[in-house]
Structure formats: structure tokens, C-alpha cells
């Protein structure tokens, strides 16, 4: 995930928490706010409560992994929190739940098909 693409700032966070609904699936809470901007941004959000700081950056890490292997489409700033059910997941199962929800956002662009 490119630094351009990253939210960082608490009042970024504050913002789209407060005024967004969240998107519930399985093990992430995941918040999408709406902009008129030539990008995307994502913001990773691991509580304390999952680990030590070792386990939350491992999990980041892997967060970070999965999202950069997808191009996306512009113009949303998107918040991903996980819960502390994620601990006896692996990275596939990780892997796949995030890109469903994901897809079922529809923020994911479409790839067309190459013959």
C-alpha cells in the first residue's frame, strides 16, 4: 500500500467513524465515506485487546498485503477495524473474507475479461 494512499490522522478517523455507518462482516468492522478526490485512502484499525503490539502489527502487515494486491476504484476513504475473532484465522481465510466484503462494497474495480 503506497504512503499516498493511507489515512493516518486521528481526526480523519474521528470523521468518518462518527458520520458513517459501519459495515459489519464476520470478523471486520468496515467504515466507507464518499469523496470527490483522484484517489483512495484506507485507514487499519487493530485494538489492543487483540494482542501486543508485536500481534497488531502483525496483523496490519498482513491487512496491508491483502489490500495491495487489488486496484481499487477512486474516490472513497475507507476505515478497516478488526476484532478480536481474527486470532485463530489464517491468512487465506483473512485473506478471502476481506476481499468478499470488500466486493460486496463495490469498491473493488472490475477487471475485464482478456481473451
Do not use: W
Not at 464476520?26 to 484506507?42: C, D, M
Not at 486496484?71 to 476505515?79: A, E, K, M, P, V
Not at 477495524?81 to 483473512?94: G, R, Y
Amino acid at each position: 500500500m503506497k504512503k499516498i494512499n493511507v489515512l493516518k490522522n486521528s481526526y480523519d478517523f474521528t470523521r468518518i467513524i462518527k458520520n458513517n455507518k459501519p459495515f459489519k462482516y464476520k470478523y471486520f468492522v468496515i467504515y466507507i465515506e464518499k469523496n470527490h478526490q483522484e484517489n483512495y485512502k484506507f485507514g487499519l484499525s487493530v485494538g489492543k485487546k487483540i494482542g501486543n503490539a508485536v500481534t497488531r502489527n502483525k496483523y496490519k502487515r498482513r491487512l496491508r498485503e491483502i489490500i495491495s494486491k487489488k486496484d481499487y476504484q477512486n474516490g472513497f476513504n475507507c476505515i478497516i477495524i478488526l476484532s478480536k475473532d481474527v486470532l485463530n484465522k489464517t491468512f487465506q481465510e483473512i485473506n478471502d473474507d476481506l476481499l468478499n466484503a470488500l466486493t460486496k462494497l463495490d469498491i473493488i474495480k472490475e477487471k475485464k475479461n482478456e481473451k
